[in-house]
């Protein structure tokens, strides 16, 4: 079992940096690929990037590709979302989440079906 909770949301203006934390319980937490992922008010939850259990493959959405860094601190049971450049189209409820695939395709590291665990969300939003 693994309990998420994420922090670091809040009000940014355009073109400004927020750090996404999400603090993890359990004791197998370096065995989980991280994700993030967000939701807009009227939309589907989407993708935002992963980090692979072994630290060494991250993933991003073309959306946010070059503005936004994941990555991860096993030895914390942290895993963090850097977005800088922020736009108002990034505005949303940011969610942690934990699975356990680890394997060589991409595309599965973008399902939310793939992941088992999630936080509760902290919002973002951008102003223009």
């Known amino acids: 079992q693994v309990q998420l909770v994420e922090s670091g949301g809040g009000l940014v203006q355009a073109g400004g940096s927020l750090r996404l934390s999400c603090a993890a319980s359990g004791r197998t937490f370096s065995s989980y690929t991280m994700g993030w992922f967000r939701q807009a008010p009227g939309k589907e939850r989407e993708f935002v990037s992963a980090i692979r259990w072994s630290g060494g493959s991250t993933y991003y959405a073309d959306s946010v590709k070059g503005r936004f860094t994941i990555s991860r601190d096993d030895a914390k049971n942290t895993v963090y979302l850097q977005m800088n450049s922020l736009k108002p189209e990034d505005t949303a409820v940011y969610y942690c989440?934990?699975?356990?695939?680890?394997?060589?395709?991409?595309?599965?590291?973008?399902?939310?079906?793939?992941?088992?665990?999630w936080g509760q969300g902290t919002q973002v939003t951008v102003s223009s």
């Open positions: 989440a934990a699975g356990s695939y680890s394997g060589s395709f991409s595309y599965l590291y973008r399902a939310g079906s793939q992941y088992n665990y």
